[in-house]
Structures are given as C-alpha cells and as structure tokens.
C-alpha cells in the first residue's frame, strides 16, 4: 500500500484533479474490463481511493483506515491505493469523478460531507448530480462526535456570546469554502452574532492547527474526534477551548458544558437554517463511486463497504486511531441527500446568503 501527495497547484486546480482521474480512465479502458464477473475484475487490480485533502485531516485519517481493510471485502481482494489530489478540493474531485473517472469500480473516494450540499444549493461551482453517484456509505453518523467552535487557550474569550463583543474579529481558518469548517462558521457569525472572520486559504486541517499554534489564527471550526485523533497535544494539554458546538441536537457527554449551535438562538429561520447546515454531519465522513458502474461491481463495493464496518478488526483499528465508527450504509446517505434536497427553497436562500462569501 502507498500514498501518493500532489501539492497543490495555482490557477489550474480543477484541471489537475479533471486530468488526474482522465488518465485513470484510459488505464482502466486499455485494460479492457468489459464482461468480467467483479471478482475477476478485482483479483489482482489496486483500486485507487482519492482523497481531496493533504495529508493530516480526518479524511485523510480514515481513507487510510478503509485503505488498510476494504480490500479483504471486496471479491477478489483488491489492494487499496490511497491518493492525494488536493488541487481543486472536494468540488473539483466531485465534478470529475462524475465528468471524467473511469465507471469501472476501479476508482473511489472520500469527499468532505458539505460536497453534496454545494449542487443541492445550486452551486454554479457544482457540475454534478449528487444522487447519480455510487455511494458506499459513511464511516459515522456524528452520534459520538461534535463540530466544534474552537479558540486557542490563550485568545481572550471565555464563553460563545464573548465572540458577539470582540472589538477586533476571530479570525478563522477553512479548506476553501466547501468545507464544513467554512459553512458552519459562516452560519455561527450570521445566525448568533459572532465577531469573526475565515481565511479560506488552507489545505487541509493539519496546516490550520499549526496556524492556530504560531498566532496566525485564534480558531477554527473542528470536530471532537478529529482533533483528539490528530492533535491530542493540543486538546489534551487544554491549549484550545470549545465554545459552541454543532451536528448535534443535544450536548456530547464529553461536552457537557458547551452549548449547542440550537440552545442559542430561538429565531425560526435560523433555527432552519442550523438544521439544513448540520445536514451533512448524518453522513460525517462518506465514501463514493462514480456513476454508471456495472452493478454488480457497485454492488461489490457497497457490501464490501458494510461488512468492513462491521469487521472486529476494522473496528479496532479505528478505535485505535479514535475514530468513531457509527455505519450509516450507502443507501442511506443516498437518503440523507434527497432529504437535504427537498429542503424548503427559502430556508436554502437564506443558507446562500450566509455562506456566500466572507465578510472581512
């Protein structure tokens, strides 16, 4: 098993990634896998799991998490090769995959949660159809989780309404603007008042966590599990504190003193707007196909995928890197998705709105 990393790029991001999986396409047709029963079309084959984030992250955490076990559910026992294509984030790796990669099963991938969300709201950046692709499931449901509205220690804000009083904003760090830790901050400052700012400008949550350390950034919005799993120094040592927390309806028992993005407001609409955002925390960490795969080869993935969030041995491997595993299968985050999508037209305008861009 490898790990391959591209750097991000310039201007040409989306390209890159569109290239990358365009190349993998020609592969898997000179490779001639019409006609084969998925077994012999596995046996012997790497899939390649693409990963849009650098290295450090949750997903990057849990694609090699699948990468170390998926195979061994999948008839034939394909290897699992995990690649890095971080040039144009999780939209640009969506609209690929649904443009370009290969329908053969060869290629998979985790994509951030808030993807999905992005075509529901009519993103022009969004050229795909969310329910057109092969999803094998998600890792987590946020039962044991929290997406946390997180300071450094030392910033000089003890409780969620100081952040309403600041004279000068927080300011915030994000993967690009697709990202859940973009959205869920946007909708905390427009729905709860919040004196902050978000510089999208970071690839992956590792480089935001060494901003926050070197004075660059006061916070960040971060789950629970993934800073305990990747930064335990930092959560451990007391050096950051959470002062709200969102993807869930009730306080997480570790958290038993931070409140709920829900407990803050009693405004309707922004309590429909809270709702619709934390949306993609039911399918916290998803893993896909492209579309039009053979049906018995998705077929082949999608169980592949279920029995391997059952396995004793994944199950401890995920424990062991603290990774909560709560299944939710592929048919269900395809569920999630058109439920998102049937969202009253007026609350995702208002969700627009916020998310659109930040106010410096």
Known sequence: MTYRHSSPRTARAALTVTLAVAVLAMVAFVGGAAAQTAKEFYMGRTITLLVPDSPGGIDDLSARLVSRHLGGFIAGHPAIEVTYVTDGGGIGLANSLAASAPRDGSVIAVIQRSVPQLAIQGSPEAKFDPLAFTWLGSLSSFGDDAYMVLVNA????????????????????????????????????????????????????????????????????????????????????????????????????????????????????ALEVIAFAETPFLMYLPFLAPPGLPADRAAALQDGFAKMMGDPAFLADAKSIKLDISPVSGEAVRGLIADAAATPKDVIAEYKKMVAADKK
């Open 154 to 269: 030392d910033f000089p804000v003890k409780t969620a309404d100081d952040l309403k009083r600041l004279s000068t904003p927080a300011r915030f760090g994000s993967v690009g603007t697709s990202s859940t830790n973009y959205t869920i901050a946007a909708v905390a400052r427009e729905t709860l008042g919040y004196k902050l700012t978000i510089d999208t400008q970071y690839s992956g949550a590792a480089k935001i966590f060494q901003a926050m350390r070197d004075g660059e950034l006061d916070g960040q919005v971060v789950s629970l599990n993934s800073i305990r799993a990747n930064q335990p120094a930092m959560w451990e040592g007391g050096k950051v504190r959470p002062l709200v927390q969102f993807g869930r309806v009730t306080r997480n028992p570790l958290l038993p003193d931070v409140p709920t993005g829900r407990e803050l407001t009693t405004d309707p609409k």
